[in-house]
């Protein structure tokens, strides 16, 4: 009766740090290379998706409203 249980704790576990795993490798304030890419924020194009779920935003259609540094 025990199996459920550790099956889905098990995999809220997994999906949990497939997560961390998924926002400390590819969201742009995450800096892990300091000296090539100190600001990795900067060179987001306007129209990179770096959101997991957005609900009414369609990323293709943005123009750039910024300069360039």
């Keep these: 009766q025990l199996i459920p249980l ?3 704790i098990g995999s809220g576990g997994v999906g949990a740090s497939l997560y961390l795993m998924r926002l ?3 969201n ?3 800096s ?8 990795p924020w900067n060179k987001m194009a ?9 609900v009414n935003m369609d990323y ?5 409203d910024r300069p360039d540094f």
């Design 46 to 54: 306007p129209n990179d998706q770096y959101k997991l779920f957005s």
């Design 28 to 30: 742009p304030d995450v």
């Design 6 to 8: 550790f099956v889905i």
């Design 60 to 64: 293709s259609r943005l123009k750039k």
């Design 32 to 39: 892990w290379d300091k000296k090539n890419n100190p600001e």
């Design 24 to 26: 400390a490798m590819f």
